[in-house]
């Protein structure tokens, strides 16, 4: 790795207009992460065309400014009132919330912060000096290799499925067929535009996902029904600096679970609910007998999920920069965000963007440093952002929703797409759909049918292609084994 690149990344960060930029979407990340129902995706979402005009990489620090301001802000509702900001902070809870009934809330959200911060650093670390191996080996990839890590991003449906493997398939199968709307890249014929000019492109996926986390979410808090009183908060969070023996008692299993939750992160479709719980159920194997016990109000537990869920960031950026496959629903967000720059995730992007990725990897060391800033500064009237009534929040997001849309292609047909997936993913929500599997279909299934199409081109029609070459295979094998564990399981069960 040159230094060059990461001295050139630094003098990018330093530019005024991108600073403001990224401390702005910390403090969106912390306002909406702090209030529960505000999701990480649904924030990026609506805020992403917002970027369309800005360059690049200084849209993408806007955007990872409120990523990571997110994911740390999910861990204050979750300890002050039993509700995590984001579902990445629910493990956050067993210690968390504990510690808060003894009157020690300061203490927990101050640990947060340091763990966040130790985890979220480890995983750019690991983004930054991993990423380009995995870049390098595989730019020696053809079609038929990406076929089929295409077909194994998505198997993920099976791990962001929830409680019903059969409804996820369901959804990643919608997510696929609204993907086949449009002109047959090959043959020219016109799949389901049913004489629509608008739909001869596809239907346009960023105002689908604006739709399903922006307008179902909201639809869905409505439906429920918006209580402003329900979730107040009245305890003082005071003090500023932790104290020296926490830090020490939380250093290593920060450092350990931020090692672990990177690694996890980087499993395609894993995300920070996974990764905390992972890193909160080793914790508890690795320190035994400890005193509180885990579950009581254990301060390594809260910095355990933290420095877990807040690792699984940069993790999750390894695939979807290497190899395209989005590693959570908000790097699939992100994803869309380069290609409207014309900017193509993948092994090339290493070779033809390394200035923008640079960029993007001091940049998020960067966040991850004000987040500790602010986050110790600040805990105090963060914890009051969870007073804010929704009900003045949501409006505004529907408005925006409408905004972002239009704002796409400047056409009003995207913001009808949007309201429309609006409505399909509230009725999903309601029955119990998970809205994950549908975004991955309609990512991935383009992926894998150019590249399959191109595949049995160049074989002749003959499918030898994707056995005699060892790592389609290996894939292949792996997205089986992928979907038939969860079948297995599900059977026993």
Known sequence: MAVEHILQGFANVMDPVVLTLMI???FLGLLMGSIPGMTATMTIAVLLSFTFTMEPATGMMLLLGIYGGAVYAGSIPAILIRTPGTPSAAATIFDGYPLSQKGEAGRAIRMSTVASFIGGIISVLVLMFFSPVVADAALRFRSPEFFALAVFGLTIIA????????????????GMLVATVGIDPVTGYQRFTFGTPELLTGVEFIAVMIGL????????TYSLGISD???RVDQEITGILPSFADVKSIAPISIGSGILGSLVGAVPGAGGDIASFITYNEATRWLKNTTPSFGDGNIRGVAAAESGNNASTGGALIPTFTLGIPGDSVSAILIGALL????????ALYQEETGLLYTIF??????????????????NYWARLINIPQSLIWPVIFVLCVIGAIALRGNVFDAWIMLAAGGLGYVMRLRGYPLAPMVLGLILAPIAEENLRRSLVLSNGSLDIFYTSPIALVVLLLSVTALLVPAVRALRS
């Open 24 to 26: 702005a979407g910390i």
């Open 159 to 174: 791990s962001v499925s929830g409680d019903s493997l059969a409804k996820g398939m369901v959804s990643g199968l919608l």
């Open 213 to 220: 986390f922006g307008i179902a979410e909201g639809l869905r």
């Open 229 to 231: 009183e329900q979730n």
């Open 340 to 347: 409207v720059h014309d900017v193509n995730p993948g092994p």
């Open 362 to 379: 001091v940049g998020f060391l960067l966040i991850y440093v004000f987040i500790l800033i602010f986050g110790l500064l600040g805990a």
